[in-house]
Structure formats: structure tokens, C-alpha cells
């Protein structure tokens, strides 16, 4: 892979990160933009508890990393020799464009190295040939190019799915008979010692979110307030982060929700 460089890259990266990737959600120390992401803050996925590592160039972090190391931890959730990383936050990131992935990549090289030695999770062989295999992301193949913005829904789903990752919170649970349903709420989100159900936000209007209009989900996604004036926990949601987006490309996404059936 080519080496990302330059000021356009870094910049981007720190657009991402900062924004709708929401990165420091959590490897921040807490899940804000302005925290340094040395990792440490508790998660759980399907393998039980496990702490976001520090994603600094440090050598507790990622100082000795490759680009290219890098660039699997971020698409694959795969680190240097293999090692499996929990995939669970990183799913939908396999289809970043290139441009993003090296931009984001370019990013993390010029934060300021944290040492912060995280405990590192092993998983045991029946894990990663079990439920390991069943999680794991698969390589994309070749050149992934960035969308146009112009196409208004297909970057707005593209954003949604592979940059903000908004359906690893908001995809309802899967059963061993059912599959989990695209966006639609559902599943318990554990913060500060609360635990709430996650909505859904499909355009369903009896359902989801179908009766805002798209100037109401960017308002939501800048600040955190609903129609009517409720506020959502920013640590429950990464608004925090999605103020910093461009509002062009909330209104992509706002436009791509409202066309999403349940």
C-alpha cells in the first residue's frame, strides 16, 4: 500500500476521527473528542469484557505499527502477527475507501504518544475458531474508491454504515433464529452504570424516526436534542463527535435514514 502522506491526508484523518468515525468514543480516556486516545475505557462484545487499547504512536500504543498494520486493525480488526482484535467496533470499516482508511491512519502518526500500557485480552483457541471465525470481517480485496457526495443517498449510506458505523449500536439483536434487523433498535447499551435500549432509527414513522424531517436529525446529530427538546447522554451517543462533521454530509445521512424501511 502506498505510504498515506501530506497535510491533505492528516487533515481528512483528523476530520474522521475527530467526527463521524468518532475514534475517541472508545479509545479516548473518555468518550469525548478531546480526550488523548491511550485506550483503557471498559467494553464488552460477544466475547465478554474487553478494554479499547491506546491507539497513540507510543510504544505502549501503536508507535512500532506499519501502515499497513494499521490499516488491518482498522478494516479487519487484526493486529500485528495475527493477534484478533475485538471486531464487533470496527464492523463496517472492511468497505472504507482507501482514501479514508490512509487518512485516518496519517492522523493517529501525528497525535501525541501516551504511554498507557493497556491489559491486553487473549482469546482462547475455541473462541477464535468458534465464535472468532463467525465474527470475523473479511479482507476486501483491491482498490476501494471514495463516493461522490453529489450522490447524496449512497454516500449518505456509506457514511452511515462504514464511517459512523451507526448500525453496531442501532442494528436490533440477531437470536439463533432470527438474523438482526438493519436499524432497528433494540438492543442494551451499558454507560456509566446505566443501561438503556438502543432506538430505532429507521424511516418507519411509527417505529423509527420517519416523522422527523432531515433538518431535525442534523439538529439531533449536532447537539444531542430530539423533537421536543429532550437531550440523549453523550455518552450514549457520539454527538459529541458528529458536531464536528461537515453538514453536508449530516444531511446525508439524515437523508439516507429517512429512506431506510423497516
Known amino acids: 500500500m502506498p505510504e498515506p502522506q501530506g497535510e491533505q491526508y492528516v487533515k481528512r484523518g483528523s476530520e474522521l476521527a475527530n467526527g463521524l468515525a468518532a475514534c475517541g468514543f472508545c479509545h479516548g480516556l473518555t468518550p469525548d473528542p478531546q480526550a488523548v486516545l491511550s485506550g483503557g475505557r471498559h467494553l464488552e462484545d460477544l466475547y465478554g469484557e474487553v478494554y479499547a487499547p491506546n491507539i497513540t504512536p507510543s510504544q505502549?500504543?501503536?508507535?512500532?505499527?506499519?501502515?499497513?498494520?494499521?490499516?488491518?486493525?482498522?478494516?479487519?480488526?487484526?493486529?500485528?502477527e495475527d493477534v484478533r482484535l475485538s471486531p464487533k467496533f470496527h464492523k463496517g470499516m472492511e468497505w472504507l475507501a482507501d482514501e479514508d482508511v490512509y487518512s485516518i491512519v496519517a492522523y493517529l502518526r501525528t497525535v501525541t504518544p501516551v504511554d498507557s500500557d493497556v491489559t491486553r485480552r487473549e482469546l482462547s483457541t475455541i473462541d477464535r475458531y468458534t465464535v472468532g471465525i463467525l465474527d470475523s470481517a473479511k479482507e476486501v480485496e483491491g482498490y476501494v474508491p471514495a463516493l461522490d457526495?453529489?450522490?447524496?443517498?449512497?454516500?449518505?449510506?456509506?457514511?452511515?454504515?462504514?464511517?459512523?458505523?451507526c448500525s453496531t449500536c442501532h442494528n436490533s439483536p440477531g437470536t439463533l433464529l432470527t438474523t438482526e434487523s438493519y436499524l432497528a433498535g433494540g438492543q442494551e447499551f451499558e454507560a456509566n452504570g446505566e443501561v438503556r435500549l438502543v432506538p430505532n432509527i429507521t424511516g418507519s414513522e411509527t417505529f423509527g424516526i420517519g416523522s422527523w424531517d432531515e433538518e431535525e436529525i442534523v439538529h439531533y446529530l449536532r447537539t444531542g436534542r430530539v423533537p421536543g427538546n429532550r437531550v440523549v447522554d453523550p455518552a450514549f451517543c457520539p454527538v459529541g463527535f458528529y458536531k464536528n462533521a461537515k453538514e453536508s454530509d449530516l444531511l446525508a445521512i439524515a437523508h439516507y435514514l429517512r429512506t431506510v424501511n423497516q
Open 60 to 80: 505502549s500504543g501503536v508507535g512500532d505499527w506499519s501502515s499497513q498494520d494499521l490499516v488491518r486493525a482498522i478494516r479487519l480488526s487484526v493486529g500485528p
Open 149 to 165: 457526495p453529489k450522490n447524496q443517498k449512497a454516500y449518505g449510506q456509506y457514511l452511515t454504515n462504514h464511517i459512523a458505523r
